[in-house]
């Protein structure tokens, strides 16, 4: 049963930093491409990032770009989205996803998310 749990969310103030993670279970994250959406009231779904599992290519929205950074742990089947400079506009829930191709738009599987607000 393929499973993804994202944890790490939480307050931060503008310009402070998270690092949310995505544990995977019933499969190996070595073997697929995981990236991060994100989705805030009112808006559109957003994919943030993608790790390639090809080659460990990095991909990331231009709202995102020199802030965050993903990375893959397979020993640990874990993805992580470290988030730093944070800004009022990054509140949402966000959530890791399969996304077999790193479109940033195009997911199979993901998980019940995390929420990221960014407030004074």
């Known amino acids: 049963q393929v499973q993804l749990v994202e944890s790490g969310g939480g307050l931060v103030q503008p310009g402070g930093s998270l690092r949310l993670s995505c544990a995977a279970s019933?499969?190996?994250?070595?073997?697929?491409?995981i990236g991060w959406f994100r989705q805030a009231p009112g808006k559109e779904r957003e994919g943030v990032s993608c790790i390639s599992r090809v080659d460990g290519s990095t991909y990331y929205a231009d709202s995102v770009k020199g802030r965050f950074t993903i990375s893959r742990d397979n020993a640990a089947n874990t993805v992580y989205l470290q988030m730093n400079s944070l800004k009022p506009d990054d509140t949402a829930v966000y959530y890791c996803?399969?996304?077999?191709?790193?479109?940033?738009?195009?997911?199979?599987?993901w998980g019940q998310g995390t929420q990221v607000t960014v407030s004074s």
């Open positions: 996803a399969t996304d077999r191709f790193c479109s940033l738009y195009e997911y199979d599987y």
């Open positions: 019933g499969f190996a994250l070595v073997y697929t491409s």
